[in-house]
T-cell receptor, first 114, second 113 residues
C-alpha cells in the first residue's frame, strides 16, 4: 500500500532563508507524488507533481521537490522564504486501484518570521 | 477551469440531526471524493464514487453515507450527527482522462453541538 510520512508537523524559518519540508514515501513501485498547499481559510492548491519523468520537479511560487528513490524521499524546498509562504503543506501519494485515490500526509505548518 | 462547489461554507448542527453536505462539479468528471480534514491528521478519505450510483468506502466511512444520483452531484450524509464529526469536509473531483487532474472544493466547516 502506498503512504507518505511528513517528518515535521511545524517548521519555522526567517524570511529570506531556505525552506525544507520533508516527506518520505512508502510504495512497492514507482509512485506518483504531489505537494499541495493550503493557506488559512483557503482551498487546497497544487504546488507540483512527480509522475516518473524528471526527478527534480519545479512547481509554482519558486518551490521544487526532488524524488530520491534510494532514500524514498520527496522533500519540498525553496531557496528563499517569503511571508506569503506561511501555510500548511501536504505531501500526497496516489493510491492506485479503483478511483486512484489521493492519500495525504498529516501536514506541515510553515511559519515565516521577519 | 473545473469548478467544485460545496453548498455551505459553515454549518452548525445539533447532535442526532441528519446532515447533508452537497458537492457539485461542472466538468463532467467521473470520479468524486469526500475527505475530512482534522488538525494533525491531514485529509482522510471517507467515500468516493467513480460513476453515477457507484460508491466505495474510503478509510473512515463509519457514521457516513453518500449518494450520487447525478454525475455532477455527490452528497455526503451524516445519518445521526455526533460531536466527533465536527470537522472540515472537502469534496474533490477528477476525470478519467487526466490521471492527475484533481480539483478540490473550498470546504464546509461543520460544527456539531
Amino acid at each position: 500500500a502506498q503512504s507518505v510520512t511528513q517528518l515535521d508537523s511545524h517548521v519555522s524559518v526567517s524570511e529570506g532563508t531556505p525552506v525544507l519540508l520533508r516527506c518520505n514515501y512508502s510504495s512497492s513501485y514507482s509512485p506518483s507524488l504531489f505537494w499541495y498547499v493550503q493557506h488559512p481559510n483557503k482551498g487546497l492548491q497544487l504546488l507540483l507533481k512527480y509522475t516518473s519523468a524528471a526527478t527534480l520537479v519545479k512547481g509554482i511560487n519558486g518551490f521544487e521537490a526532488e524524488f530520491k528513490k534510494s532514500e524514498t524521499s520527496f522533500h519540498l524546498t525553496k531557496p528563499s522564504a517569503h511571508m506569503s509562504d506561511a501555510a500548511e503543506y501536504f505531501c500526497v501519494v496516489i493510491k492506485t486501484g479503483g478511483g486512484n485515490k489521493l492519500t495525504f500526509g498529516t501536514g506541515t505548518q510553515l511559519k515565516v518570521e521577519l | 477551469d473545473v469548478k467544485v462547489t460545496q453548498s455551505s461554507r459553515y454549518l452548525v448542527k445539533r447532535t442526532g440531526e441528519k446532515v447533508f453536505l452537497e458537492c457539485v462539479q461542472d466538468m463532467d468528471h467521473e470520479n468524486m471524493f469526500w475527505y475530512r480534514q482534522d488538525p494533525g491528521l491531514g485529509l482522510r478519505l471517507i467515500y468516493f464514487s467513480y460513476d453515477v450510483k457507484m460508491k466505495e468506502k474510503g478509510d473512515i466511512p463509519e457514521g457516513y453515507s453518500v449518494s450520487r444520483e447525478k454525475k455532477e452531484r455527490f452528497s455526503l450524509i451524516l445519518e445521526s450527527a455526533s460531536t466527533n464529526q465536527t470537522s472540515m469536509y472537502l469534496c474533490a473531483s477528477k476525470g478519467n482522462v487526466d490521471y492527475y487532474g484533481y480539483t478540490f472544493g473550498s470546504g464546509t466547516r461543520l460544527t456539531v453541538v
